[in-house]
């Protein structure tokens, strides 16, 4: 569970219950976003629903990306938002004329008229062509090979995607998730993620399931 911060001139700001989650659905972010060019998409659990085409579990969150330069685009884009840097475990409110730090690739997003959190606006550093794996920036492929859309125009990460970073951790969501997953996967997505789980976390179990 992140440890909570407060820096600089943001000091008074308190710091939201962490738990306190109510994330929108995928369909209220894409309303907000419907006038935006700039690249973003779903990650996490709900991209893999939304690739399902249906609901297969609860999802305590909401995950998107945007590249680090488009972060205050997509902030003002969620102006009634108050957003709070998450990184080694603390979670520290965001000024509202700062660009993240570096070191920062995680956003809380927070209602503060409902008092909930609505979305996680996670920062990834490709570009608008290219798709970077964060964790292993060797691992990159043309963005429109990763990212697909649903038909009402939700972007969402490719299914071999969002399981190559659940594949780090091994919760039992992820367990559950890869084996939904696991046989509708076309054998170019399964060679795919065999190939990049080999380079990014050798000898993991999930390659002898693909």
């Known amino acids: 569970m992140p440890r909570t911060a407060n820096t600089g001139r943001m000091e008074t700001r308190p710091i939201p219950d962490h738990g306190a989650w109510d994330a929108w659905q ?11 060019a700039k690249p973003w998409c ?8 939304l690739w399902h085409g249906e609901k297969t579990r609860d999802h305590e969150d909401l995950e ?4 680090r330069g488009d972060v205050a685009v997509f902030r003002a884009a969620l102006g009634d938002m108050d957003f709070y840097a998450v990184g080694s475990g603390v979670v520290s409110p965001l000024p509202d004329d700062a660009a993240p730090p570096t070191g920062i690739a995680q ?3 927070h209602d503060r008229g409902a008092g909930r959190w609505r979305v ?5 550093e490709g570009t608008a062509d290219r798709w970077v ?4 920036p060797s691992i990159a492929f043309p963005r429109a090979e990763m990212i697909a859309t649903t038909a009402d125009g939700i972007p969402y990460l490719g299914p071999a995607g969002v399981l190559l970073f659940k ?3 091994l919760r039992d969501k992820d367990e559950i998730d890869f084996a939904k997953a696991l046989p509708k996967l076309a054998p170019s997505e399964r060679d795919w993620l065999k190939a990049t789980l080999g380079q990014a976390h050798p000898g ?3 390659r002898d399931r693909l």
């Open 26 to 36: 995928p369909a209220e972010l894409a309303l907000r976003f419907g006038g935006i």
């Open 42 to 49: 779903v990650v996490g659990g709900w991209a893999l629903d």
């Open 64 to 67: 998107f990306t945007v590249l």
């Open 107 to 109: 956003i809380w997003c």
């Open 120 to 124: 996680d606006m996670m920062i990834e």
């Open 133 to 136: 794996y964060k964790r292993d």
């Open 167 to 169: 594949a780090k951790y």
């Open 204 to 206: 993991h179990a999930w």
